[in-house]
C-alpha cells in the first residue's frame, strides 16, 4: 500500500494537469476562478492564466508560460519546510503545509504577496475553497509529521484573507484529500470510504452518505461528476441530488 498511494497520487495529479490543459482550450468556468481547469486537493502545481505555481517542500516556484515552449522562471518563494498543497481560489493561492494554510494575495501572478498564516497542529492539510470559506483536513499519524493525534475537518473563514479565523472542526477519521461544489462537500477517508457532506450552512458540515465501498484518496470535483482516486486506480463517478452514485469508468492501476 505504501507503495501504490503515491502512484494513485501521481495517477491524479497527471489527470488533473490534463483537466488543466484541457480547460485552457476549452475556457470554461472563467467566471468563477482565475484558476486555468481544476485540480485536486492535494496538487502540488496549479495554472492560472499564463502562469505556472509549483510547490516543493519548502518553496512556491512561479513560471510565466505564456510560451509554452519556454517557460520562464520569474520568482521563488521560500517557505517553511512541508509544504503540501496548493489552491488557487479568484485572487488568492491557499498553500497546505505540515503546521498551517498560507494564504498569498495573488492579484500580481508572477509575484504572489504573502498575506497570512492559519497555524494548526502540525498534520497532513489538503485545502479547498468556496466562497468565503477554507475546508482543510487534518491527518493524524507518522507519515506527515509526528505528535499529532487527531484528525478533523477545519472550517475557516477567510472573507479577510489577512486574518483567517476558525469557525468550526469536526472529526474526521482518517481524511484525506477533498473537494468542494455548491452545497456539497466531499471529503477522502483513504481505504475507509468517501463521505458526502451537506455545507448549506458553510459553517457546518453534516454528513448525508458515507460510501464505504468507494475508497478515495483525493478527488477532482466537476459539475454532477467526480473523479476519484481509489486503491485500485482512477475512477470516474457521475451523482445526483440525493447523492446516489453510478459508475462510469475507471483506469485501474496493479
Given at each position: 500500500m505504501k507503495?501504490?498511494?503515491?502512484?494513485?497520487?501521481?495517477?491524479?495529479?497527471?489527470?488533473?494537469?490534463?483537466?488543466?490543459?484541457?480547460?485552457?482550450?476549452?475556457g470554461?468556468d472563467?467566471?468563477?476562478t482565475p484558476?486555468?481547469?481544476?485540480?485536486?486537493?492535494?496538487a502540488?502545481?496549479?495554472?492560472?492564466g499564463?502562469?505556472?505555481y509549483?510547490?516543493?517542500?519548502?518553496?512556491?516556484e512561479v513560471?510565466?508560460?505564456?510560451?509554452?515552449?519556454?517557460?520562464v522562471?520569474?520568482?521563488?518563494?521560500?517557505?517553511?519546510?512541508g509544504?503540501?498543497?496548493?489552491?488557487p481560489?479568484?485572487?488568492?493561492?491557499?498553500?497546505?503545509?505540515n503546521?498551517?494554510?498560507?494564504i498569498?494575495?495573488?492579484?500580481?501572478?508572477?509575484n504572489?504577496?504573502?498575506?497570512?498564516k492559519?497555524?494548526h497542529?502540525?498534520?497532513?492539510d489538503?485545502?479547498?475553497?468556496?466562497?468565503?470559506?477554507a475546508?482543510?483536513?487534518?491527518?493524524?499519524?507518522v507519515?506527515?509529521?509526528?505528535?499529532?493525534?487527531?484528525?478533523?475537518?477545519?472550517?475557516?473563514?477567510?472573507?479577510?484573507?489577512?486574518?483567517?479565523?476558525l469557525?468550526?472542526?469536526q472529526?474526521?477519521s482518517?481524511?484525506?484529500?477533498?473537494g468542494?461544489?455548491?452545497?456539497?462537500?466531499?471529503?477522502?477517508?483513504?481505504?475507509?470510504?468517501?463521505?458526502?457532506m451537506?455545507?448549506?450552512?458553510?459553517?457546518?458540515?453534516?454528513?448525508?452518505?458515507?460510501?464505504?465501498?468507494i475508497?478515495a484518496?483525493?478527488?477532482?470535483?466537476?459539475?454532477?461528476?467526480?473523479?476519484?482516486?481509489?486503491?485500485?486506480?482512477l475512477?470516474q463517478?457521475?451523482?445526483?441530488?440525493?447523492?446516489?452514485?453510478?459508475?462510469?469508468?475507471?483506469?485501474?492501476?496493479?
Open positions: 507503495k501504490i498511494i503515491p502512484i494513485l497520487y501521481l495517477g491524479l495529479a497527471v489527470l488533473g494537469l490534463c483537466m488543466i490543459l484541457t480547460s485552457c482550450n476549452e470554461k472563467s467566471s468563477l484558476q486555468t481547469g481544476t485540480g485536486g486537493s492535494m502540488r502545481f496549479a495554472i492560472t499564463n502562469t505556472l509549483i510547490v516543493s517542500k519548502q518553496s512556491l513560471y510565466n508560460i505564456a510560451d509554452g515552449a519556454n517557460p522562471k520569474t520568482v521563488t518563494k521560500d517557505m517553511s519546510m509544504i503540501e498543497t496548493i489552491f481560489y479568484k485572487n488568492h493561492l491557499f498553500i497546505g503545509a503546521d498551517g494554510m498560507y498569498y494575495n495573488n492579484s500580481n501572478p508572477a504572489p504577496a504573502l498575506l497570512s492559519f497555524t497542529v502540525q498534520s497532513c489538503p485545502v479547498v475553497v468556496q466562497n468565503q470559506y475546508y482543510v483536513t487534518l491527518r493524524s499519524g507519515v506527515c509529521r509526528q505528535g499529532n493525534t487527531r484528525s478533523s475537518l477545519d472550517i475557516v473563514d477567510v472573507s479577510d484573507p489577512s486574518n483567517p479565523k469557525v468550526n472542526s472529526t474526521m482518517s481524511p484525506y484529500g477533498l468542494v461544489s455548491g452545497n456539497k462537500l466531499f471529503v477522502c477517508e483513504g481505504e475507509l470510504g468517501l463521505r458526502v451537506d455545507i448549506s450552512d458553510p459553517e457546518k458540515a453534516v454528513e448525508t452518505k458515507f460510501h464505504q465501498d475508497p484518496y483525493d478527488v477532482i470535483v466537476r459539475p454532477n461528476h467526480l473523479i476519484v482516486t481509489g486503491q485500485k486506480g475512477f463517478y457521475q451523482y445526483d441530488q440525493a447523492d446516489k452514485f453510478e459508475l462510469l469508468s475507471k483506469i485501474p492501476v496493479l
